[in-house]
Protein backbone atom coordinates (compact mmCIF):
# COMPACT_ATOMS: atom_id res chain seq x y z
CA UNK A 1 0.00 0.00 0.00
CA UNK A 2 0.72 3.94 -0.54
CA UNK A 3 1.94 5.21 2.82
CA UNK A 4 -0.12 7.91 4.61
CA UNK A 5 1.09 11.30 4.30
CA UNK A 6 -2.42 13.52 3.26
CA UNK A 7 -4.95 13.70 6.38
CA UNK A 8 -8.13 15.04 5.91
CA UNK A 9 -9.81 16.08 9.68
CA UNK A 10 -13.72 16.21 9.44
CA UNK A 11 -15.78 17.82 12.08
CA UNK A 12 -13.70 20.41 14.27
CA UNK A 13 -14.77 19.78 17.48
CA UNK A 14 -12.63 18.03 20.36
CA UNK A 15 -11.35 14.78 18.79
CA UNK A 16 -10.63 16.32 15.03
CA UNK A 17 -8.33 19.42 16.98
CA UNK A 18 -6.59 17.26 19.73
CA UNK A 19 -5.84 14.38 17.30
CA UNK A 20 -5.23 16.47 13.76
CA UNK A 21 -2.94 18.72 15.64
CA UNK A 22 -1.16 16.15 16.94
CA UNK A 23 -1.12 14.64 13.65
CA UNK A 24 -0.08 17.96 12.09
CA UNK A 25 2.79 18.53 14.75
CA UNK A 26 4.15 14.49 13.82
CA UNK A 27 4.69 15.94 9.87
CA UNK A 28 1.33 14.56 8.15
CA UNK A 29 0.06 17.28 5.52
CA UNK A 30 -3.52 17.57 7.83
CA UNK A 31 -6.60 19.34 6.45
CA UNK A 32 -9.24 20.54 8.95
CA UNK A 33 -12.69 20.97 7.15
CA UNK A 34 -14.50 23.63 9.31
CA UNK A 35 -17.69 25.36 9.50
CA UNK A 36 -18.16 28.17 11.97
CA UNK A 37 -14.58 27.79 13.31
CA UNK A 38 -13.53 28.19 9.58
CA UNK A 39 -11.66 32.11 10.41
CA UNK A 40 -10.51 30.96 13.68
CA UNK A 41 -8.41 28.06 12.29
CA UNK A 42 -7.37 30.20 9.55
CA UNK A 43 -6.47 32.94 11.58
CA UNK A 44 -5.17 31.47 14.86
CA UNK A 45 -4.91 27.99 14.19
CA UNK A 46 -5.23 25.23 17.04
CA UNK A 47 -4.01 25.11 20.64
CA UNK A 48 -4.36 22.23 22.74
CA UNK A 49 -4.53 22.57 26.48
CA UNK A 50 -3.60 18.97 27.14
CA UNK A 51 -2.44 17.75 31.06
CA UNK A 52 -0.04 15.78 29.08
CA UNK A 53 1.72 18.77 27.89
CA UNK A 54 0.27 22.46 25.94
CA UNK A 55 1.17 23.74 22.83
CA UNK A 56 -0.15 25.30 19.49
CA UNK A 57 -0.54 25.30 15.79
CA UNK A 58 -0.19 29.15 15.01
CA UNK A 59 -0.72 28.14 10.95
CA UNK A 60 -3.02 25.22 10.50
CA UNK A 61 -4.55 24.42 6.57
CA UNK A 62 -8.51 24.95 7.24
CA UNK A 63 -10.98 24.78 4.30
CA UNK A 64 -14.43 25.45 4.04
CA UNK A 65 -15.59 22.71 1.19
CA UNK A 66 -14.25 18.88 0.77
CA UNK A 67 -13.58 20.33 -2.77
CA UNK A 68 -10.49 22.60 -1.41
CA UNK A 69 -8.93 19.70 -0.10
CA UNK A 70 -9.71 17.42 -2.29
CA UNK A 71 -8.50 13.38 -2.25
CA UNK A 72 -6.29 12.70 0.43
CA UNK A 73 -4.63 9.31 1.73
CA UNK A 74 -6.47 9.36 5.48
CA UNK A 75 -10.02 10.81 6.17
CA UNK A 76 -10.65 11.35 10.02
CA UNK A 77 -14.06 11.28 10.23
CA UNK A 78 -14.87 12.93 13.71
CA UNK A 79 -18.57 15.02 13.28
CA UNK A 80 -21.51 13.79 15.70
CA UNK A 81 -23.70 11.12 14.69
CA UNK A 82 -26.40 13.05 14.17
CA UNK A 83 -24.87 14.95 11.30
CA UNK A 84 -23.80 11.47 9.49
CA UNK A 85 -26.89 12.90 6.77
CA UNK A 86 -23.68 15.55 5.41
CA UNK A 87 -21.65 12.45 4.78
CA UNK A 88 -22.84 12.33 1.22
CA UNK A 89 -21.96 15.40 0.43
CA UNK A 90 -18.32 15.89 2.61
CA UNK A 91 -16.97 12.27 1.81
CA UNK A 92 -17.04 12.08 -2.04
CA UNK A 93 -14.34 14.91 -3.07
CA UNK A 94 -12.10 13.75 -0.22
CA UNK A 95 -11.57 10.21 -1.64
CA UNK A 96 -9.14 7.99 -4.27
CA UNK A 97 -8.92 4.44 -4.98
CA UNK A 98 -6.91 3.87 -2.10
CA UNK A 99 -8.03 6.63 0.49
CA UNK A 100 -8.97 4.79 3.92
CA UNK A 101 -11.59 6.81 5.67
CA UNK A 102 -11.20 6.11 9.97
CA UNK A 103 -14.02 6.34 11.54
CA UNK A 104 -14.21 8.03 15.36
CA UNK A 105 -17.91 8.48 16.31
CA UNK A 106 -18.84 6.66 19.16
CA UNK A 107 -21.19 3.88 19.43
CA UNK A 108 -23.57 1.15 17.13
CA UNK A 109 -24.26 1.22 13.81
CA UNK A 110 -22.14 4.61 12.81
CA UNK A 111 -19.50 2.64 10.64
CA UNK A 112 -22.75 2.09 8.28
CA UNK A 113 -23.51 5.62 6.55
CA UNK A 114 -19.43 6.08 6.93
CA UNK A 115 -19.37 2.70 4.54
CA UNK A 116 -22.36 3.30 2.34
CA UNK A 117 -20.47 6.27 1.02
CA UNK A 118 -16.78 5.75 1.33
CA UNK A 119 -17.51 1.97 0.50
CA UNK A 120 -16.98 -0.45 2.89
CA UNK A 121 -13.43 -1.60 1.89
CA UNK A 122 -11.97 1.74 2.73
CA UNK A 123 -14.10 2.11 5.54
CA UNK A 124 -12.04 1.84 9.34
CA UNK A 125 -13.46 2.77 12.64
CA UNK A 126 -11.67 4.06 15.64
CA UNK A 127 -12.44 4.41 19.44
CA UNK A 128 -11.31 6.67 21.26
CA UNK A 129 -10.92 6.20 25.03
CA UNK A 130 -10.15 9.81 26.08
CA UNK A 131 -11.18 12.78 27.86
CA UNK A 132 -11.50 15.37 25.71
CA UNK A 133 -13.50 18.76 25.57
CA UNK A 134 -13.86 21.55 22.89
CA UNK A 135 -12.70 24.56 25.09
CA UNK A 136 -13.74 27.11 22.39
CA UNK A 137 -13.41 27.74 18.48
CA UNK A 138 -9.53 26.18 17.63
CA UNK A 139 -9.01 25.41 20.77
CA UNK A 140 -9.04 21.69 22.46
CA UNK A 141 -8.97 20.90 25.86
CA UNK A 142 -7.41 17.14 27.39
CA UNK A 143 -7.27 15.70 30.43
CA UNK A 144 -6.74 12.07 29.74
CA UNK A 145 -5.21 11.49 26.79
CA UNK A 146 -5.94 7.60 26.49
CA UNK A 147 -5.72 5.52 23.65
CA UNK A 148 -7.04 5.12 20.42
CA UNK A 149 -8.50 1.53 19.30
CA UNK A 150 -8.46 1.03 15.43
CA UNK A 151 -10.23 -1.41 13.18
CA UNK A 152 -11.35 -2.93 9.89
CA UNK A 153 -15.28 -2.22 9.08
CA UNK A 154 -15.13 -5.49 7.16
CA UNK A 155 -13.24 -8.34 8.10
CA UNK A 156 -9.66 -8.48 9.95
CA UNK A 157 -6.85 -6.16 10.14
CA UNK A 158 -4.73 -5.19 7.07
CA UNK A 159 -0.97 -3.58 6.89
CA UNK A 160 -3.09 -0.20 6.60
CA UNK A 161 -4.81 -0.98 9.70
CA UNK A 162 -1.49 -0.56 11.57
CA UNK A 163 -0.27 2.07 9.62
CA UNK A 164 -3.01 4.05 10.50
CA UNK A 165 -2.31 3.19 13.79
CA UNK A 166 1.09 4.17 13.65
CA UNK A 167 0.88 7.50 12.59
CA UNK A 168 -1.04 8.27 15.80
CA UNK A 169 1.52 6.44 18.13
CA UNK A 170 3.98 8.72 16.16
CA UNK A 171 1.71 12.08 16.69
CA UNK A 172 2.12 10.70 20.42
CA UNK A 173 -1.17 8.87 20.90
CA UNK A 174 -1.47 5.31 22.48
CA UNK A 175 -2.66 3.09 19.68
CA UNK A 176 -3.96 -0.06 18.87
CA UNK A 177 -4.95 -2.27 16.25
CA UNK A 178 -8.23 -4.48 17.09
CA UNK A 179 -9.08 -7.30 15.56
CA UNK A 180 -12.41 -6.84 15.77
CA UNK A 181 -14.21 -3.37 15.68
CA UNK A 182 -17.72 -4.76 16.66
CA UNK A 183 -16.15 -5.89 20.03
CA UNK A 184 -14.45 -2.76 20.06
CA UNK A 185 -17.32 -0.59 20.00
CA UNK A 186 -19.04 -2.95 22.41
CA UNK A 187 -16.09 -1.92 24.97
CA UNK A 188 -16.80 1.24 24.50
CA UNK A 189 -20.06 1.55 25.15
CA UNK A 190 -19.86 -0.48 28.38
CA UNK A 191 -18.33 3.03 29.55
CA UNK A 192 -20.76 5.61 26.98
CA UNK A 193 -23.67 4.24 27.65
CA UNK A 194 -23.79 4.53 31.69
CA UNK A 195 -21.38 7.43 31.91
CA UNK A 196 -22.74 9.44 28.83
CA UNK A 197 -26.25 8.29 30.44
CA UNK A 198 -26.51 8.76 34.06
CA UNK A 199 -24.80 12.34 33.46
CA UNK A 200 -27.16 13.05 31.05
CA UNK A 201 -30.45 12.19 32.54
CA UNK A 202 -29.15 13.73 35.87
CA UNK A 203 -29.46 17.05 34.28
CA UNK A 204 -26.15 17.69 33.54
CA UNK A 205 -23.30 16.27 36.45
CA UNK A 206 -20.25 14.92 36.03
CA UNK A 207 -18.53 11.80 36.45
CA UNK A 208 -17.14 12.62 39.52
CA UNK A 209 -20.50 13.25 40.92
CA UNK A 210 -22.16 9.59 39.90
CA UNK A 211 -18.15 8.19 40.87
CA UNK A 212 -18.90 9.37 45.18
CA UNK A 213 -21.98 8.21 45.22
CA UNK A 214 -22.09 4.93 46.40
CA UNK A 215 -25.62 4.23 45.16
CA UNK A 216 -24.88 5.74 41.34
CA UNK A 217 -21.66 3.73 41.19
CA UNK A 218 -23.96 0.92 41.79
CA UNK A 219 -26.38 1.60 38.87
CA UNK A 220 -22.86 2.31 36.73
CA UNK A 221 -21.68 -1.46 37.31
CA UNK A 222 -25.35 -2.53 36.80
CA UNK A 223 -25.55 -1.01 33.45
CA UNK A 224 -21.87 -2.13 32.47
CA UNK A 225 -22.92 -5.12 33.02
CA UNK A 226 -26.12 -4.90 30.50
CA UNK A 227 -23.71 -3.74 28.10
CA UNK A 228 -21.38 -6.78 28.76
CA UNK A 229 -24.48 -9.95 28.93
CA UNK A 230 -25.48 -7.95 25.35
CA UNK A 231 -22.15 -7.96 23.85
CA UNK A 232 -21.95 -11.86 25.06
CA UNK A 233 -25.04 -13.03 23.68
CA UNK A 234 -23.32 -11.30 20.24
CA UNK A 235 -19.70 -13.63 20.87
CA UNK A 236 -17.97 -10.67 22.68
CA UNK A 237 -16.69 -11.57 25.75
CA UNK A 238 -15.58 -8.66 27.51
CA UNK A 239 -13.82 -9.79 30.64
CA UNK A 240 -14.43 -8.52 34.12
CA UNK A 241 -11.06 -7.08 34.51
CA UNK A 242 -12.15 -4.47 31.62
CA UNK A 243 -15.02 -3.02 33.72
CA UNK A 244 -12.64 -2.98 36.44
CA UNK A 245 -10.59 -0.57 34.79
CA UNK A 246 -12.98 1.53 33.30
CA UNK A 247 -14.32 2.24 36.53
CA UNK A 248 -11.16 2.95 38.33
CA UNK A 249 -9.86 5.14 35.56
CA UNK A 250 -12.76 6.88 35.86
CA UNK A 251 -12.95 6.93 39.96
CA UNK A 252 -9.73 9.40 39.47
CA UNK A 253 -11.03 11.39 36.24
CA UNK A 254 -11.83 14.23 38.13
CA UNK A 255 -15.03 15.94 37.35
CA UNK A 256 -14.98 15.30 33.88
CA UNK A 257 -17.97 16.09 31.30
CA UNK A 258 -18.90 13.85 28.88
CA UNK A 259 -19.45 15.32 25.36
CA UNK A 260 -23.24 14.13 25.61
CA UNK A 261 -23.49 16.09 28.94
CA UNK A 262 -22.24 18.98 27.63
CA UNK A 263 -24.57 18.26 24.07
CA UNK A 264 -27.20 18.23 26.52
CA UNK A 265 -26.67 21.03 28.49
CA UNK A 266 -26.05 23.19 26.03
CA UNK A 267 -29.67 21.88 23.84
CA UNK A 268 -27.42 20.45 20.90
CA UNK A 269 -29.25 16.89 19.91
CA UNK A 270 -27.84 14.15 21.45
CA UNK A 271 -25.87 10.61 20.13
CA UNK A 272 -29.34 8.80 21.22
CA UNK A 273 -29.41 5.66 18.83
CA UNK A 274 -25.91 5.05 18.53
CA UNK A 275 -25.40 4.81 22.42
CA UNK A 276 -28.11 3.91 23.82
CA UNK A 277 -30.96 2.68 21.01
CA UNK A 278 -28.89 0.47 18.48
CA UNK A 279 -27.05 -1.23 21.50
CA UNK A 280 -30.58 -1.76 23.15
CA UNK A 281 -32.11 -3.45 19.76
CA UNK A 282 -28.69 -5.59 19.42
CA UNK A 283 -29.97 -6.61 23.06
CA UNK A 284 -33.23 -7.66 22.16
CA UNK A 285 -32.64 -9.01 18.89
CA UNK A 286 -30.85 -11.63 21.05
CA UNK A 287 -32.92 -11.97 23.90
CA UNK A 288 -31.07 -10.09 26.04
CA UNK A 289 -33.16 -7.95 29.00
CA UNK A 290 -31.35 -4.73 29.62
CA UNK A 291 -33.68 -3.01 32.03
CA UNK A 292 -31.85 -0.15 32.94
CA UNK A 293 -30.16 0.38 29.80
CA UNK A 294 -34.41 1.00 28.05
CA UNK A 295 -35.43 2.95 30.72
CA UNK A 296 -32.37 5.37 30.26
CA UNK A 297 -33.13 5.19 26.56
CA UNK A 298 -36.91 6.08 27.04
CA UNK A 299 -35.54 9.00 29.63
CA UNK A 300 -32.95 10.40 26.93
CA UNK A 301 -35.40 9.84 24.00
CA UNK A 302 -37.78 12.95 26.01
CA UNK A 303 -34.08 14.69 26.49
CA UNK A 304 -33.54 14.08 22.39
CA UNK A 305 -36.75 15.37 21.45
CA UNK A 306 -36.07 19.25 23.20
CA UNK A 307 -35.54 22.13 20.71
CA UNK A 308 -32.00 22.32 20.32
CA UNK B 1 -67.69 4.95 69.17
CA UNK B 2 -68.18 8.77 69.20
CA UNK B 3 -69.37 9.91 65.95
CA UNK B 4 -66.91 12.12 63.47
CA UNK B 5 -68.37 16.25 63.88
CA UNK B 6 -65.40 18.20 63.72
CA UNK B 7 -62.37 17.56 61.41
CA UNK B 8 -59.51 19.23 60.99
CA UNK B 9 -57.28 19.47 57.31
CA UNK B 10 -53.52 19.64 57.79
CA UNK B 11 -52.20 20.85 54.60
CA UNK B 12 -53.55 23.21 51.84
CA UNK B 13 -52.36 21.45 49.30
CA UNK B 14 -54.58 19.89 46.29
CA UNK B 15 -56.04 16.95 48.63
CA UNK B 16 -56.60 18.84 51.92
CA UNK B 17 -58.85 21.63 49.47
CA UNK B 18 -60.51 19.29 47.59
CA UNK B 19 -61.74 16.79 50.20
CA UNK B 20 -61.93 19.36 53.23
CA UNK B 21 -63.93 21.79 50.70
CA UNK B 22 -66.14 18.99 50.20
CA UNK B 23 -66.74 17.41 53.43
CA UNK B 24 -67.36 21.19 54.82
CA UNK B 25 -69.92 21.30 52.08
CA UNK B 26 -71.40 18.07 53.53
CA UNK B 27 -72.09 19.14 56.99
CA UNK B 28 -68.64 18.51 58.53
CA UNK B 29 -67.01 21.19 61.31
CA UNK B 30 -63.87 21.59 58.92
CA UNK B 31 -61.07 23.36 59.91
CA UNK B 32 -58.52 24.50 57.97
CA UNK B 33 -54.90 25.06 59.10
CA UNK B 34 -52.82 26.61 56.95
CA UNK B 35 -49.62 29.04 56.78
CA UNK B 36 -49.39 30.63 53.48
CA UNK B 37 -52.62 30.60 51.97
CA UNK B 38 -54.33 31.41 55.48
CA UNK B 39 -55.43 34.97 54.84
CA UNK B 40 -56.48 34.06 50.96
CA UNK B 41 -58.72 30.85 53.17
CA UNK B 42 -59.74 33.78 55.37
CA UNK B 43 -60.95 36.08 53.10
CA UNK B 44 -61.96 34.29 50.14
CA UNK B 45 -62.99 31.26 51.39
CA UNK B 46 -62.00 28.01 49.13
CA UNK B 47 -62.96 27.19 45.26
CA UNK B 48 -63.35 23.87 43.57
CA UNK B 49 -62.55 24.13 40.04
CA UNK B 50 -63.83 20.20 39.13
CA UNK B 51 -65.08 17.83 36.25
CA UNK B 52 -67.70 16.91 38.17
CA UNK B 53 -68.98 20.33 39.49
CA UNK B 54 -67.37 23.71 40.28
CA UNK B 55 -68.37 25.09 44.09
CA UNK B 56 -67.26 27.87 46.14
CA UNK B 57 -67.44 27.76 49.73
CA UNK B 58 -66.69 31.77 50.62
CA UNK B 59 -66.32 31.23 54.24
CA UNK B 60 -64.30 28.44 55.56
CA UNK B 61 -62.77 27.62 59.47
CA UNK B 62 -58.66 28.38 58.63
CA UNK B 63 -56.36 28.59 61.86
CA UNK B 64 -52.45 29.28 61.85
CA UNK B 65 -51.90 27.26 64.56
CA UNK B 66 -53.48 23.39 65.73
CA UNK B 67 -53.95 25.57 69.00
CA UNK B 68 -56.49 27.62 67.81
CA UNK B 69 -58.24 24.58 66.14
CA UNK B 70 -57.57 22.39 69.22
CA UNK B 71 -58.83 18.23 69.42
CA UNK B 72 -61.29 17.06 66.66
CA UNK B 73 -62.80 14.27 65.77
CA UNK B 74 -61.01 13.51 62.77
CA UNK B 75 -57.70 14.85 61.60
CA UNK B 76 -56.34 14.61 57.88
CA UNK B 77 -52.70 15.35 56.92
CA UNK B 78 -52.10 16.16 53.67
CA UNK B 79 -48.93 17.28 54.27
CA UNK B 80 -46.19 16.18 51.93
CA UNK B 81 -44.27 13.87 53.17
CA UNK B 82 -41.04 15.87 53.01
CA UNK B 83 -43.12 18.08 55.75
CA UNK B 84 -43.40 15.14 58.12
CA UNK B 85 -41.06 16.44 60.69
CA UNK B 86 -43.45 19.44 61.49
CA UNK B 87 -46.09 16.47 62.39
CA UNK B 88 -44.62 16.38 66.16
CA UNK B 89 -45.79 20.13 66.96
CA UNK B 90 -49.18 19.96 64.86
CA UNK B 91 -50.57 16.66 65.94
CA UNK B 92 -50.94 16.91 69.55
CA UNK B 93 -53.23 19.75 69.82
CA UNK B 94 -55.09 18.36 67.80
CA UNK B 95 -55.63 14.94 69.28
CA UNK B 96 -57.69 13.50 72.36
CA UNK B 97 -58.42 10.34 73.27
CA UNK B 98 -61.06 9.08 70.71
CA UNK B 99 -59.44 11.30 67.52
CA UNK B 100 -58.90 9.66 64.29
CA UNK B 101 -56.06 10.41 61.96
CA UNK B 102 -56.09 9.54 58.46
CA UNK B 103 -52.83 9.50 56.23
CA UNK B 104 -53.71 10.73 52.91
CA UNK B 105 -49.34 10.76 51.87
CA UNK B 106 -48.33 8.79 49.10
CA UNK B 107 -46.05 6.15 49.09
CA UNK B 108 -44.23 3.57 51.90
CA UNK B 109 -42.84 4.40 55.35
CA UNK B 110 -45.59 7.33 55.33
CA UNK B 111 -47.76 6.08 58.15
CA UNK B 112 -44.97 5.37 60.56
CA UNK B 113 -43.98 9.09 61.18
CA UNK B 114 -47.65 9.80 62.05
CA UNK B 115 -48.38 6.40 64.32
CA UNK B 116 -45.14 8.03 65.69
CA UNK B 117 -46.87 11.32 67.16
CA UNK B 118 -50.47 10.56 67.18
CA UNK B 119 -49.80 6.73 68.28
CA UNK B 120 -50.51 3.63 66.11
CA UNK B 121 -53.80 2.89 67.40
CA UNK B 122 -55.21 6.41 65.94
CA UNK B 123 -53.68 5.73 63.24
CA UNK B 124 -55.47 5.44 59.54
CA UNK B 125 -54.33 5.38 56.30
CA UNK B 126 -55.90 6.57 52.70
CA UNK B 127 -55.16 6.42 49.15
CA UNK B 128 -55.83 9.09 46.52
CA UNK B 129 -56.75 7.93 43.23
CA UNK B 130 -57.43 11.42 42.17
CA UNK B 131 -56.38 13.78 39.34
CA UNK B 132 -56.15 17.04 41.47
CA UNK B 133 -53.89 20.13 41.67
CA UNK B 134 -53.62 23.85 43.40
CA UNK B 135 -54.53 25.88 41.04
CA UNK B 136 -53.77 28.80 43.62
CA UNK B 137 -53.88 29.43 47.09
CA UNK B 138 -57.45 28.48 48.19
CA UNK B 139 -58.57 26.73 44.78
CA UNK B 140 -58.23 23.43 43.75
CA UNK B 141 -58.51 21.79 40.62
CA UNK B 142 -59.78 18.31 39.81
CA UNK B 143 -60.13 16.60 36.44
CA UNK B 144 -60.64 13.19 37.88
CA UNK B 145 -62.45 12.66 40.82
CA UNK B 146 -61.48 9.07 40.92
CA UNK B 147 -62.01 7.32 44.56
CA UNK B 148 -60.11 7.00 48.26
CA UNK B 149 -59.15 3.75 49.70
CA UNK B 150 -59.04 3.98 53.56
CA UNK B 151 -57.24 1.35 55.80
CA UNK B 152 -56.14 1.26 59.91
CA UNK B 153 -52.62 1.25 60.32
CA UNK B 154 -52.42 -1.69 62.71
CA UNK B 155 -55.01 -4.33 62.34
CA UNK B 156 -57.74 -4.51 60.28
CA UNK B 157 -61.04 -2.31 59.40
CA UNK B 158 -62.82 -1.45 62.68
CA UNK B 159 -66.35 0.17 63.10
CA UNK B 160 -64.41 4.08 62.98
CA UNK B 161 -62.58 3.14 59.68
CA UNK B 162 -65.99 2.45 57.64
CA UNK B 163 -67.06 5.91 59.78
CA UNK B 164 -64.53 7.89 58.04
CA UNK B 165 -64.92 6.21 54.51
CA UNK B 166 -68.93 7.27 55.05
CA UNK B 167 -67.74 10.82 55.25
CA UNK B 168 -65.90 10.43 52.24
CA UNK B 169 -69.22 9.36 50.41
CA UNK B 170 -71.45 11.46 52.30
CA UNK B 171 -69.19 14.44 50.67
CA UNK B 172 -70.15 12.75 46.98
CA UNK B 173 -66.34 11.04 46.98
CA UNK B 174 -65.97 6.83 46.13
CA UNK B 175 -64.24 5.81 49.34
CA UNK B 176 -63.80 1.92 49.98
CA UNK B 177 -62.41 0.22 53.30
CA UNK B 178 -59.46 -1.76 52.48
CA UNK B 179 -58.38 -4.85 54.99
CA UNK B 180 -55.08 -3.93 54.55
CA UNK B 181 -53.59 -0.51 54.08
CA UNK B 182 -50.19 -2.01 53.05
CA UNK B 183 -51.78 -3.85 49.93
CA UNK B 184 -53.67 -0.49 48.90
CA UNK B 185 -49.71 0.96 49.86
CA UNK B 186 -48.10 -0.96 47.26
CA UNK B 187 -51.34 -0.71 44.76
CA UNK B 188 -51.24 2.86 45.28
CA UNK B 189 -47.52 2.75 43.92
CA UNK B 190 -48.14 0.39 40.95
CA UNK B 191 -49.31 4.11 39.60
CA UNK B 192 -47.11 6.35 40.87
CA UNK B 193 -43.96 4.86 40.50
CA UNK B 194 -43.82 4.71 36.47
CA UNK B 195 -45.98 7.96 36.65
CA UNK B 196 -44.95 10.87 38.69
CA UNK B 197 -40.67 8.69 38.19
CA UNK B 198 -40.82 9.00 34.37
CA UNK B 199 -42.46 12.72 34.20
CA UNK B 200 -39.91 13.65 36.65
CA UNK B 201 -37.28 12.05 35.41
CA UNK B 202 -37.68 13.37 31.67
CA UNK B 203 -37.97 16.35 33.25
CA UNK B 204 -41.15 17.74 33.72
CA UNK B 205 -43.59 16.12 30.89
CA UNK B 206 -47.54 15.12 31.43
CA UNK B 207 -48.63 11.71 31.49
CA UNK B 208 -50.35 12.03 27.91
CA UNK B 209 -46.53 12.60 26.76
CA UNK B 210 -45.83 9.38 28.50
CA UNK B 211 -48.74 7.49 26.99
CA UNK B 212 -48.28 8.54 23.53
CA UNK B 213 -45.44 6.82 22.99
CA UNK B 214 -44.81 2.95 22.70
CA UNK B 215 -41.82 2.77 24.37
CA UNK B 216 -42.58 4.62 27.12
CA UNK B 217 -45.76 2.70 27.69
CA UNK B 218 -43.39 -0.41 27.54
CA UNK B 219 -41.59 1.55 30.18
CA UNK B 220 -44.76 2.15 32.08
CA UNK B 221 -45.65 -1.68 32.10
CA UNK B 222 -42.46 -3.09 33.16
CA UNK B 223 -42.37 0.01 36.11
CA UNK B 224 -45.38 -1.55 37.27
CA UNK B 225 -44.68 -5.02 36.96
CA UNK B 226 -41.27 -4.41 39.75
CA UNK B 227 -43.72 -3.39 41.84
CA UNK B 228 -46.02 -5.84 41.16
CA UNK B 229 -43.30 -8.17 41.96
CA UNK B 230 -42.04 -6.60 45.36
CA UNK B 231 -45.42 -6.51 46.21
CA UNK B 232 -46.13 -10.19 45.84
CA UNK B 233 -42.58 -11.16 47.41
CA UNK B 234 -44.47 -9.13 50.66
CA UNK B 235 -47.41 -11.44 50.39
CA UNK B 236 -49.48 -8.77 48.28
CA UNK B 237 -51.30 -10.52 44.97
CA UNK B 238 -52.02 -7.25 42.90
CA UNK B 239 -53.80 -8.90 40.01
CA UNK B 240 -53.21 -8.24 36.16
CA UNK B 241 -56.50 -6.46 35.90
CA UNK B 242 -55.54 -3.57 38.46
CA UNK B 243 -52.56 -2.84 36.35
CA UNK B 244 -54.88 -2.47 32.87
CA UNK B 245 -57.38 -0.81 34.62
CA UNK B 246 -54.49 1.80 35.87
CA UNK B 247 -52.84 2.12 32.18
CA UNK B 248 -56.62 2.31 31.00
CA UNK B 249 -57.19 4.70 33.11
CA UNK B 250 -54.61 6.95 32.61
CA UNK B 251 -54.82 6.65 28.74
CA UNK B 252 -57.73 8.91 29.08
CA UNK B 253 -56.98 11.30 31.84
CA UNK B 254 -55.00 13.44 29.45
CA UNK B 255 -51.99 16.11 30.11
CA UNK B 256 -52.05 15.25 33.80
CA UNK B 257 -48.85 16.91 35.35
CA UNK B 258 -48.78 14.21 38.26
CA UNK B 259 -47.54 16.74 41.68
CA UNK B 260 -44.17 15.43 41.49
CA UNK B 261 -43.47 16.29 38.32
CA UNK B 262 -44.74 19.92 39.57
CA UNK B 263 -42.88 20.02 42.46
CA UNK B 264 -39.62 18.85 40.05
CA UNK B 265 -40.15 21.76 37.80
CA UNK B 266 -40.64 24.19 40.51
CA UNK B 267 -37.54 23.11 42.04
CA UNK B 268 -39.98 22.38 45.15
CA UNK B 269 -38.45 18.80 47.07
CA UNK B 270 -39.37 15.23 46.20
CA UNK B 271 -41.23 12.79 48.05
CA UNK B 272 -38.15 10.57 46.72
CA UNK B 273 -38.27 7.77 49.46
CA UNK B 274 -41.71 7.18 50.13
CA UNK B 275 -42.52 6.52 46.25
CA UNK B 276 -39.20 5.40 45.50
CA UNK B 277 -36.59 4.65 48.17
CA UNK B 278 -38.56 2.65 50.26
CA UNK B 279 -40.26 0.40 47.95
CA UNK B 280 -36.72 -0.28 46.60
CA UNK B 281 -35.35 -1.16 49.56
CA UNK B 282 -38.20 -3.50 50.65
CA UNK B 283 -38.05 -5.35 47.07
CA UNK B 284 -34.24 -5.58 48.04
CA UNK B 285 -35.38 -6.79 51.37
CA UNK B 286 -37.06 -9.98 49.65
CA UNK B 287 -34.46 -10.14 46.85
CA UNK B 288 -36.66 -9.22 44.40
CA UNK B 289 -34.54 -7.60 41.42
CA UNK B 290 -36.57 -4.03 40.45
CA UNK B 291 -33.51 -2.93 37.99
CA UNK B 292 -35.90 0.29 35.96
CA UNK B 293 -37.00 1.19 39.69
CA UNK B 294 -33.26 1.11 40.79
CA UNK B 295 -31.83 3.56 38.30
CA UNK B 296 -35.07 5.63 38.58
CA UNK B 297 -34.50 5.88 42.66
CA UNK B 298 -30.69 7.10 41.63
CA UNK B 299 -31.91 9.51 38.86
CA UNK B 300 -34.15 11.27 41.21
CA UNK B 301 -31.87 11.36 44.03
CA UNK B 302 -30.12 13.85 41.97
CA UNK B 303 -32.87 15.66 41.08
CA UNK B 304 -34.24 15.71 44.70
CA UNK B 305 -30.69 16.83 45.80
CA UNK B 306 -30.96 20.53 43.94
CA UNK B 307 -31.83 23.14 45.92
CA UNK B 308 -35.34 24.36 46.05
Redesign the interface.
Known sequence: MKSISSIAIVGSGALGLYYGARLSRAGADVSFLARSDLDTLRTRGIAVKATDGDFTLPSVKAAATPEEIGPVDLVIVTLKATANDQLACILPPLLRENTVVLNLQNGMGVDEPVAAVAGPERTLGGLCFICANRIAPGVAGCTLPGYVVIGEFSGGPQARTQAVADWFVRAGVRAEVSASLAEARWRKLVWNVPFNG?TV???G?TTE?IMT?P??E??VW??MREVQAAAAAHGFVIPESFLVDQVERTRVMGPYKPSTMLDHVAGRPLELEPIWGEPLRRARAKGVET??L??????L???AK?PA
Chains 1, 2 share one sequence.
Open positions: LAKGVDSASAEALPRAVLYDLSESR
